[in-house]
C-alpha cells in the first residue's frame, strides 16, 4: 500500500488549502483513512479520518466547523479541505490509513498501519 499526500503549501491565516491523499494497492473490506498532523517540537496529532465504505468522518475538536474531510472511492484518494487557517495549524500533515480499526481507535496514531510522505502547510499570521 502507498499513500502520496499533496496539497500543503504557506498561506495566510484566514486562507484555504485542500489536501489530497492517494492510496493505490492493497484490498481491504474496512478501509479508514486519516490525515495526523506534526509541528516543530511536538508530538504526531489527530486531525481527522473517514471510513471509505460508509463515509463515517471524525474530527479533532482544534478543527471542527474549519476542516472537513471527504473522499473519492472511484480515486482511491482522500481530500481535507482546510479553511480558516489559523498559525497553530502549521504543521507536516500526514496521511495514514488501515483496514482493521474499530472507530474507538481511529485517532490513535500507532493502530495505522500504512503512512504517506508528509505535506507540509504554513500558515503565516
Known amino acids: 500500500v502507498q499513500l502520496q499526500a499533496s496539497g500543503g503549501g504557506p498561506v495566510e491565516a484566514g486562507g484555504s488549502l485542500r489536501l489530497s491523499c492517494a492510496r493505490s494497492?492493497?484490498?481491504?473490506?474496512?478501509?479508514?483513512m486519516a490525515w495526523f498532523r506534526q509541528a516543530p517540537g511536538k508530538e504526531r496529532e489527530f486531525v481527522s479520518a473517514?471510513?471509505?465504505?460508509?463515509?463515517?468522518?471524525d474530527y479533532a475538536d482544534s478543527v471542527k466547523g474549519r476542516f472537513t474531510i471527504s473522499r473519492d472511492t472511484a480515486k482511491n484518494t482522500i481530500y481535507l479541505q482546510m479553511n480558516s487557517l489559523k498559525p497553530e495549524d502549521t504543521a507536516v500533515y500526514y496521511c495514514?490509513?488501515?483496514?482493521?480499526?474499530?472507530?474507538?481507535?481511529?485517532?490513535?496514531?500507532?493502530?495505522?498501519?500504512?503512512w504517506g510522505q508528509g505535506t507540509q502547510v504554513t500558515v503565516s499570521s
Open positions: 473517514i471510513s471509505l465504505s460508509g463515509g463515517h468522518t
Open positions: 495514514a490509513a488501515d483496514g482493521t480499526l474499530i472507530r474507538g481507535s481511529w485517532s490513535m496514531s500507532s493502530q495505522y498501519d500504512y
Open positions: 494497492g492493497g484490498t481491504f473490506r474496512r478501509l479508514v
